[in-house]
């Protein structure tokens, strides 16, 4: 059996994508791919403005289901131009996470759907 999670104000493009923000299974929670555009949609050309986007999406979607950021227990990052934004991008997970911090894998990856974006990140929480 799955439970979608679908915090306020994502049903319309929860609905437009056939997709669900986040999927209860079993123990865990499983997030769909989150890139950093803001609320409206726009893609934010600074890097860290949208790396911050994505970890406040996380924290939405699984706040809809009562739980904190630190239930994560994994993260795979997909990366344009990983290199150079890395340090960027991890100092940020490093502020966001306190130990034991999750499981992670970065990847680079030559493109992602959302033009502009510059990471997307799939989570993996437990409930």
């Known amino acids: 059996m799955k439970t979608a999670i679908i ?6 493009s929860a609905e437009a994508l ?6 209860v299974s079993g123990d ?9 555009s803001a609320p409206d949609g726009s893609m934010p050309p ?7 986007a994505v970890f406040d ?8 289901a009562n739980l904190p950021l630190d239930a994560i227990v994994e993260m795979t990052s997909y990366h344009i131009g990983l290199r150079g934004h890395f340090d960027m991008f991890d100092q940020i ?3 966001t996470f306190a130990a034991p911090y ?18 997307e990140v799939r989570f ?4």
């Open 7 to 12: 915090p306020d104000g994502f049903q319309a």
């Open 18 to 23: 056939a997709m669900s923000p986040g999927i």
């Open 28 to 36: 865990h929670i499983f997030l769909t791919g989150i890139t950093g």
């Open 46 to 52: 600074d890097p860290e403005t949208q790396f911050r």
């Open 57 to 64: 999406k996380a924290a939405g979607v699984l706040a809809a």
């Open 93 to 95: 997970r490093r502020a």
């Open 102 to 119: 999750p499981a992670w894998t970065a990847i680079e990856a030559a493109g992602l759907r959302r033009e502009g974006a510059l990471v």
């Open 124 to 127: 993996v929480a437990r409930a």
